[in-house]
């Protein structure tokens, strides 16, 4: 059984800067070399959105609406996702996922407020 679990979130200014993170934790060795971890948002009532990627070879993804802002980070086992300048749009339920081969886990989210 393989889980991730995300840390960080909570409550920052506009302007300000959160850090989340996401571990895997669980039978590590079945998850294959090639993976990738990530993290997307969702509020209520919208669907799932990419903010950004790291593939366990090297190479990131970030979106648009972050490039410049957020940074993220990765080693075999934990992705990190730091958040600066952050905007009152970016408030929303933050999930970290992993996905290789045909599987996919999901985080169970850690919520993100930017008061303005």
């Known amino acids: 059984q393989v889980e991730v679990v995300e840390s960080g979130g909570g409550l920052a200014q506009s302007g300000g800067s959160l850090t989340l993170s996401c571990t895997v934790s669980?039978?590590?060795?079945?998850?294959?070399?090639?993976?990738?971890m990530g993290w997307f948002r969702q509020g209520t009532g919208t669907r799932r959105v990419m903010v950004a990627l790291a593939a366990s070879r090297g190479g990131t993804t970030l979106a648009d609406s972050v490039k410049g802002r957020f940074t993220i980070s990765r080693d075999n086992t934990t992705i990190i996702l730091r958040m600066s300048n952050l905007k009152p749009e970016d408030t929303d339920i933050y999930y970290c996922?992993?996905?290789?081969?045909?599987?996919?886990?999901w985080g169970q989210g850690t919520r993100v407020t930017v008061s303005s």
């Open positions: 996922q992993l996905g290789w081969g045909t599987e996919t886990r």
């Open positions: 669980g039978n590590i060795g079945s998850i294959g070399s090639v993976n990738i």
